[in-house]
């Protein structure tokens, strides 16, 4: 059984701060990973996908993915209010047609 | 303007009453998805279709049924075998199944039993 790992949270940081996303999976051979942002009441919007080790920036936002030790991270640098949201991490395995949502981590930015 | 929309943004159930949630999309996308999403959980897969006319079961299909007539519409029906049908159910598509394919949201429907 594959499976996605995230801390519930609440994460909670003060604005300006870098917000630290963690997500850990339970399979080696997976291929691609994303992370979505969902507001409450809203569906999920992506925001980043990896394929790589390493990290890959999209301006507030870098992921880090370390496959030997099976996870997948999030930062958010100057964290803003508005980035206050549930963030779920997904992975799809290679040769598996479904992609395994973790239950995703709350995050609060303080003004 | 491409994207994916559902409807109705809220349905009410009757016990022992079908209903069918709406969706459609114009990405073009070959692959389209129904997921299930309970208070403090993860999605869950219901069905999903990589072609017209042809769909599998997810993780959840109890209580569920799907069409795919047409490419641009994937709607599912929560029968009154579903017990528990309380949720916020969300379409996606995708370019394709297979490989590393980004899945892009609906706006989702949020189901509730009277």
């Known amino acids: 059984q594959k499976e996605v790992e995230q801390n519930s949270g609440p994460l909670s940081v003060p604005e300006g701060a870098i917000a630290s996303l963690n997500c850990t999976y339970s399979?080696?051979?997976?291929?691609?990973f994303f992370w979505y942002r969902q507001y409450s009441g809203k569906s999920p919007e992506l925001i980043m996908f990896?394929?790589?080790?390493g990290d890959k920036e999209d301006g507030r936002f870098t992921a880090q993915l370390n496959k030997a030790s099976q996870y997948v991270s999030l930062l958010i640098r100057d964290s803003q209010p508005s980035d206050s949201a549930t963030y779920l991490c997904?992975?799809?395995?290679?040769?598996?047609?479904?992609?395994?949502f973790g239950k995703g981590t709350k995050l609060t930015v303080n003004p | 303007d491409g994207g994916i929309t559902q409807s109705p943004k809220y349905l009410f159930r009757k016990e022992g009453q079908n209903v069918t949630l709406s969706c459609e999309q114009n990405?073009?996308?070959?692959?389209m998805y129904w997921y299930r999403q309970d208070p403090g959980q993860g999605l869950r897969l219901i069905y999903y279709?990589?072609?017209?006319?042809?769909?599998q079961k997810g993780d959840i299909a109890e209580g569920y049924s799907v069409s795919r007539e047409k490419k641009e519409s994937f709607p599912l029906t929560v029968t009154s075998a579903q017990k528990n049908p309380t949720a916020f159910y969300l379409c996606?598509?995708?370019?394709?199944?297979?490989?590393?394919?980004?899945?892009?949201f609906g706006p989702g429907t949020r189901l509730l039993v009277l």
């Open positions: 996606a598509s995708s370019l394709k199944v297979a490989g590393p394919e980004t899945q892009y």
């Open positions: 399979d080696r051979g997976s291929q691609s």
């Open positions: 990896i394929y790589s080790n």
């Open positions: 997904a992975v799809k395995w290679g040769g598996s047609e479904k992609l395994v």
């Open positions: 990405l073009n996308h070959d692959a």
């Open positions: 279709s990589q072609i017209v006319n042809d769909f």
